[in-house]
């Protein structure tokens, strides 16, 4: 059986965002047709997420915006909870589903099923706040799959690092005080959501466990390798995580209509890869991803591609 897992479900098309919001349906519709139809797919796994248990939810965000979310999609119609990020009648479901698929990609590789997993989802997760939503996210998808390993898994040094293109402000912010989970960033620098200085390097106990890259607009390949090669790589070298949880946003590919990066789809083969010999030397390969932003369907479908090759090939 394929030790690289893909998590899909249908019902994530359900988040209704309304006409020409960029994280539509398609994105993934598009995605799951294009990996489903390739030869890729035969050595793909693909176990079925379940939605994550609510208790979970508490842990990052606060009862009171849980509920304000539930409520909003209660009314039934398509409502905005910031400026860009719309809610509609399922949403809610389908946010608990996307973060489910995180704990059930983490169960199955702790169980010793797979080795790795991408988890193809939506809504995104890495801006959401512990009391708002921020940014076209709900939940924090990657920040509940760190607290889920760090309390059921008892792990101590989970690292996030965090491509997307933009700032993942909500998951700096979840663990900006914690020395248990290691928050490292790249992103166009300044651009939204504003955070990700490189002076944010935590606080208290977190202080040096928060790794701000902020990179000007324009940058290519040889820009982000460098940031592997001298500060991502040698950084995890020194902090031996147990589990790598990867924010996987494709917008900073060169296709991407919201950003400005230069990025080729074999850069997120070689990122991949580098992460997976870190994972294989501290934490028995141990690498889950979630799909944050990526908004040009074929520059989406072609760095998924190169992400997974890189997750299944050995390193
Ligand atoms: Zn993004």
Request: proline share 6%; aromatic share 12%.
């Amino acid at each position: 059986m394929p030790r690289t897992g893909f998590i899909y479900h249908s019902d994530f098309l359900k988040h209704d965002t309304g006409p020409s919001h960029p994280e539509r349906p398609e994105r993934l519709s598009y995605l799951w047709d294009q990996i489903n139809s390739d030869v890729i797919s035969s050595q793909l796994s693909f176990p079925k997420p379940e939605p994550i248990h609510p208790r979970w939810l508490t842990k990052i965000h606060s009862a009171e915006y849980v509920e304000n979310v539930k409520a909003a999609c209660g009314r039934g119609e398509i409502i905005y909870l910031d400026g860009d990020t719309p809610v509609s009648k399922d949403s809610f479901e389908v946010a608990l589903l996307a973060a489910g698929a995180v704990h059930t990609a983490i169960d199955k590789i702790m169980e010793g099923e797979l080795g790795n997993c991408f988890c193809a989802v939506r809504p995104p997760g890495h801006h959401a706040e512990r009391d708002h939503a921020m940014g076209f996210c709900l939940f924090n998808n990657v920040a509940l799959g760190a607290v889920y390993l760090l309390e059921e898994y008892k792990l101590n040094r989970v690292a996030i690092v965090d491509w997307d293109v933009h700032h993942g402000n909500g998951t700096q912010n979840a663990f900006y005080e914690s020395d248990r989970v290691y928050y490292i960033s790249l992103h166009q620098y300044p651009y939204y959501p504003g955070s990700g200085s490189y002076n944010q390097r935590g606080s208290r106990k977190g202080e040096g466990y928060t790794l701000n890259i902020p990179l000007s607009p324009g940058c290519d390949d040889s820009d982000y390798d460098l940031a592997f090669d001298k500060e991502i790589i040698p950084s995890l070298d020194d902090y031996k995580p147990e589990f790598i949880l990867i924010s996987a946003g494709f917008d900073a590919h060169r296709g991407d209509p919201l950003a400005s990066m230069k990025l080729s789809d074999d850069a997120y083969f070689r990122f991949t890869q580098e992460l997976k010999r870190i994972a294989e030397k501290y934490g028995k390969g141990r690498v889950v991803s979630v799909l944050e932003g990526g908004y040009d369907l074929g520059a989406l479908v072609s760095s998924v591609k190169a992400h997974l090759r890189g997750l299944i090939e050995s390193s």
